[in-house]
């Protein structure tokens, strides 16, 4: 995937002086804020500033979006069940929606990494659903939940209205699971190969198994990742 706006580098003392103009960002996210700082650091990835990196942001906004999105699926499918609601949340707070919807905000152009851009599409699209996670926590703190709550339903609109998104979004893992255990097969095993890189950044790969079939790799910045990747290039291998 091409890189549609520059990132910053890493290229003075003040890990934060590149965040620059931030209005802009501001009109895309809907609001102002008080303490600009949280904006900041929503925008920080660790490789450029560990002490004042956004991964304690994201993992309050990942908690802020579920209760978000399950009250938004709790109002609008009032007859569906607690099974059929738990798949479309599943689909609306995964890695892949929120990098989408990072880069419909146009969040990489803001971000501030150590070097001069992502390694690769999937160290991208993991780095974007971070920062949108964080970003919406630092709308959380700033603005209470109606600063959070309007992002989300601005951005999570369409995801919202897509009648087939609960079939078509579900995670590979699950898809895995389902075909296998529709072939009367014992449940997919994952195992881990490897793993690589600092704790800030860790690169894992992962082998997924199914009875009967060649195993497959996948890789990733965190177990999940790697597990749903592998899973995806399973799927892939047996459902051509």
């Given at each position: 995937?091409?890189?549609?706006?520059?990132?910053?580098?890493?290229?003075?003392?003040?890990?934060?002086?590149?965040?620059?103009?931030?209005?802009?960002?501001?009109?895309?996210?809907?609001?102002?804020?008080?303490?600009?700082?949280?904006?900041?650091?929503?925008?920080?990835?660790?490789?450029a500033a560990s002490a004042l990196?956004?991964?304690?942001?994201?993992?309050?906004?990942?908690?802020?979006?579920?209760?978000?999105?399950?009250?938004?699926?709790?109002?609008?499918?009032?007859?569906?069940?607690?099974?059929?609601?738990?798949?479309?949340?599943?689909?609306?707070?995964?890695?892949?929606?929120?990098?989408?919807?990072?880069?419909?905000?146009?969040?990489?152009?803001?971000?501030?990494?150590?070097?001069?851009?992502?390694?690769?599409?999937?160290?991208?699209?993991?780095?974007?659903?971070?920062?949108?996670?964080?970003?919406?926590?630092?709308?959380?703190?700033?603005?209470?939940?109606?600063?959070?709550?309007?992002?989300?339903?601005?951005?999570?609109?369409?995801?919202?209205?897509?009648p087939g998104l609960g079939a078509?979004?579900?995670?590979?893992?699950?898809?895995?699971?389902?075909?296998?255990?529709?072939?009367?097969?014992?449940?997919?095993?994952?195992?881990?190969?490897?793993?690589?890189?600092?704790?800030?950044?860790?690169?894992?790969?992962?082998?997924?198994?199914?009875?009967?079939?060649?195993?497959?790799?996948?890789?990733?910045?965190?177990?999940?990742?790697?597990?749903?990747?592998?899973?995806?290039?399973?799927?892939?291998?047996?459902?051509?």
């Amino acid at each position: 995937m091409a890189l549609r706006h520059p990132v910053s580098a890493l290229a003075d003392p003040d890990p934060l002086s590149a965040l620059r103009d931030l209005g802009d960002l501001e009109e895309k996210l809907g609001h102002r804020f008080c303490d600009r700082a949280l904006l900041t650091r929503a925008l920080t990835h660790a490789s450029a500033a560990s002490a004042l990196s956004n991964e304690r942001l994201e993992f309050l906004g990942d908690r802020v979006l579920g209760l978000v999105v399950a009250e938004t699926l709790h109002a609008r499918h009032a007859d569906e069940s607690e099974g059929a609601l738990t798949v479309r949340f599943h689909a609306l707070v995964r890695a892949e929606a929120c990098a989408r919807v990072a880069e419909a905000a146009e969040l990489p152009a803001y971000i501030k990494l150590a070097g001069a851009g992502f390694d690769s599409a999937r160290a991208r699209a993991a780095i974007l659903s971070d920062v949108c996670e964080a970003v919406i926590a630092a709308l959380y703190l700033d603005g209470g939940m109606a600063a959070a709550r309007n992002f989300i339903s601005r951005y999570w609109a369409q995801m919202f209205e897509d009648p087939g998104l609960g079939a078509e979004m579900r995670d590979a893992k699950t898809r895995l699971q389902e075909w296998a255990q529709g072939r009367g097969l014992p449940a997919p095993a994952y195992r881990e190969m490897s793993r690589t890189g600092p704790a800030h950044a860790p690169h894992f790969v992962i082998e997924a198994m199914v009875d009967g079939e060649q195993p497959q790799m996948g890789e990733g910045g965190s177990k999940r990742e790697a597990e749903q990747d592998a899973a995806a290039q399973l799927l892939a291998r047996v459902k051509p």
